[in-house]
């Protein structure tokens, strides 16, 4: 056994209203360079719906993951080594800028610099890859809120393969009767096959976090990565060359607050926190033959953090204890492996992703209210999942390779909370056999109702701050301003006469926030200075 | 004159050559890469990037044989001078037609898409310039360089290859390259600005041909490391925030 750490996500999908402020929150953090316009670490996306880029998940198309060999070990779904390196002059299967899209503006010069005329003058969009004028045809979220689906839910390769297995026509009309949003990042798999798909090996899973990032200096620009990826989280800066993807805002972890898209989404429903796992068990584990075997068998290699055995081992492997007492009081740890509500998107790529979610409900809620019914009466709740076949297994051919018995079990505790939650409202009794009939207690149902829908901010985000004998130096990435010599040293800084030194961006955000939010004063404007950013605007 | 073309150039390329190469790994990793346009476009590259790559390596061994083998130890295993170069001559025109193809189509390519037009900088149309240049004189060479002007008969492997193996003992035969004809001069001071110019340009990216893929493990952990000091080579990072808008049409066309 040897013992290792990983900072994980969960999102509780019933919350999620779309507002894609996570996206925009990162990409203006992140990714808001040329060569990056089309690059969203976080994209959320409608289902039913192509995804992004456009029908990801076909991976007989895009050749992204692994696949079992017969032997029962692992294979690049898009070739071995020597088949990579051969066809590394062109990729074979990489996505081009269409299947993505081509990222515009619009020339808003126009607005006020046309000359005076009778007509209006318009702000037309322009192409940022040519600077010509362009016709905008496609987004990162053209089909939102099912917007123009019609014309292309079809191609939903979930949805062909649903079709596919079921001999009768499942009619669209049906399917378009449920739909919620997927907001999705890099998983962070334990078993990448972005990284074995790299050949300069630039691509590094973190040994303390497991947050997989790419060693910018050593990316050759081979972009296989990017065919590696099932996910297809993994972009190409067209830029500079070489391969982005999201970092789990590892400077932010670092100092121990959660990410961008975390800390900024308005339904607060993403949680952070350090997953232990058996870092040798992992090859094994993602070979399983049965896919739909998978999610158990990653739940196995997840290791209790209260097993004295394992604290034992993770102190063997240098795990800090503070790390180890983060895992015990992870809030990943109790949905994915103590209440068993959260679950991996599509384990049968065998990556082992580490971004898990708790199915929505509301597709079957909402569906019964539309039909009259009291969707949160249990009885009604539990016979509506059975029922309601084709959400069911649309979930599961997400999150477990088509399992729609766990799915099932999933929800039918998540409406259990819900009816068992409700009596505890309204008239102070606690049905315990509601609780039974899904295998939990009503206390455990009291403790995910609490993570779940009080969710509070230091019980959502649980993430220990990097080493402490390296916190001091953690403060901000290495800024070559702080060389000697180097312009931020004294004299005029790079913004202007006194400026100082630039404050690290990630303290500066906390402590100010605090300050200012606890204050019983207005910020004054000396205070909001350093200010950088909007992520964290205040009212101030 | 001679001296210095075929005495001191050679050094001095080799030098800016070597010296270029390490300068770049040290200080601007994060330039050094393929700067890869498939995203704007993939089908003709898909037809031409593998072919030109291929051909060239085909040459590239050509010219490995051609230089580095002695005549007699050809002639010491029987392989009579007509068969040296009947093969030499059909492989190496097979191949340099196929690299000549691969890269003018590539340069097509590069021309009519508009966003990798876009994408090319100065320093691409120069070094297409050079690398085009040697290609098509080193053609040039092989075809009829084998007869000086004078119409006497001409081996390269008693010039040229003379003369390049002894480079590398640094006495060089420069009396034996200067009996070469012309072809192959121009062509080998072309190559030596290829050679000279390829450390700073985007062809570095051969010099890092990913051959490790085969025995490093599919896994990799790093940690962290201990200090602030970061491991970035300190060259060019990431552009600025922002893409800056395309200006009107008159205006000097955006460069990044
Ligand atoms: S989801 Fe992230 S870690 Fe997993 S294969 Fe893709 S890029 Fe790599
Ligand atoms: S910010 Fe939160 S609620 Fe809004 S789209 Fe993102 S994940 Fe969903």
Known sequence: MRVMAQVAMVMNLDKCIGCHTCSVTCKQAWTNRAGTEYVWFNNVETRPGQGYPRRYEDQEKWKGGWVRTATGGLRLRSGGRFQKLLSIFASPVQPKLDDYYEPWTYDYENLVSAPLSDDFPVARPKSLITGEDTKIEWSANWDDSLGGTAETLANDPILQKL???????????????????????????????????????????????????????????????????????????????????????????????????????????????????????????????????????????????????????????????????????????????????????????????????????????????????????????????????????YLAELFTAGDADIVTLVLQKLAAMRSYMRGVTLRNERDESLAEAVGMTGKAMEQMYRLLAIAKYDERYVIPPAHRDQAHNLEEMGCSLEEEGGPGMGGSGPFGEASGGPVPVAIESFNALRDRATADTAASSESLRDRTGDTNWDGN | MDVFLWGVLPYLTAAIFFGGLWYRYRYDQFGWTTRSSQLYESKILRIASPMFHYALFVVLGGHLVGLFIPKNWTDAVGISQEMYHLTALSLGMVAGVATLLGIGMLIYRRRTTGPVFMATTKN????????????????????????????????????????????????????????????????????????????????????????????????????????VESTHTHGRGWDKIGTPDRQKKGDDVYKP
């Open chain 2, 124 to 227: 691409d149309k120069a070094m297409y310039l050079v690398l085009v240049g040697a290609l098509v004189l080193g053609m040039w060479a092989t075809l009829t360089g084998d007869h000086t002007a004078t119409g006497e008969h001409h081996n390269y492997r008693e010039t040229v290859s003379v003369w390049f193996r002894s480079l590398f003992i640094f006495q060089p035969k420069i009396a034996a390259m200067a009996a070469s004809t012309i072809q192959f001069k121009i062509h080998i001071l072309v190559a030596f600005l290829l050679f000279a110019s390829m450390p700073f340009t985007r062809l570095v990216h051969a010099f890092t041909v990913p051959l490790h893929f085969f025995f490093r493990p599919y896994m990799i952990y790093r940690s962290r490391p201990k200090s």
């Open chain 1, 163 to 393: 079709r596919k297995d079921s001999a009768e026509q499942i009619k669209l009309e049906y399917e378009k009767s449920f739909m919620f949003f997927l907001p999705r990042i890099c998983e962070h798999c334990l078993n990448p096959s972005c990284m074995a798909a790299c050949p300069s090996g630039a691509i590094y899973k973190r040994a303390e976090d497991g947050i997989v990032l790419v060693d910018q200096d050593k990316c050759r620009g081979w972009r296989q990565c990017i065919t590696g990826c099932p996910y297809k989280k993994m972009y190409f800066n067209h830029r500079s060359g070489k391969a982005e993807k999201c970092h789990f805002c590892y400077p932010r972890i670092e100092v121990g607050l959660p990410t961008v898209c975390s800390e900024t989404c308005v339904g607060r429903l993403r949680y952070i926190g350090i997953i232990l796992y058996d870092a040798d068990a992992v090859t094994k584990a993602a070979a399983v033959k049965d896919e739909q075997k998978l999610y158990e068998a990653q739940l196995d290699i997840m290791l209790d953090p209260h097993d004295p055995e394992v604290i034992a081992a993770a102190k063997l492997g240098d795990i800090p204890d503070e790390w180890i007492e983060a895992a015990q009081k992870s809030p990943v740890y109790a949905l994915i492996k103590h209440f068993k509500v959260a679950l991996p998107l599509h384990p049968e790529y065998r990556t082992m992703p580490m971004v898990w979610y708790i199915p929505p409900l509301s597709p079957v809620v909402d569906l019964l209210r539309e039909q009259g019914h009291d969707a949160e009466a249990p009885g009604n709740l539990f016979g509506a999942i059975d029922a309601l076949r084709i959400p069911v297994e």
